[in-house]
């Protein structure tokens, strides 16, 4: 079976490599307030070293109604914002 990379950089036309597995994203409302916690992976060109995040989890890690929502987002390593 060929080998079939997960993404590109359309810049560099370079493979993407994966830098970090793991990492806890806040994505937030577009009126700035916390919504979810998820899971996702850091991805990075080799050359131009531009990172992207992919591979979401399917299921959110926390929600803002859950009772330890404000305790687990001291592991937040990153925040986005839904459109």
């Known amino acids: 079976m060929p080998h079939i990379p997960k993404g590109f950089c359309l810049e560099c036309k370079k493979e993407l490599i994966i830098k970090k597995n793991g990492v806890l994203l ?7 307030k916390p919504y979810y916690l998820i899971d996702s992976d850091t991805w990075e060109c080799p050359d131009c070293e531009i990172e992207l995040s992919l591979g979401l989890a399917q299921q959110p890690y926390s929600n803002n109604y859950d009772d330890d929502f404000e ?3 001291k592991d937040v390593e990153g925040i986005v914002y839904l459109k």
């Open 26 to 32: 806040e994505v937030r409302t577009n009126k700035d």
């Open 71 to 73: 305790d687990r987002r």
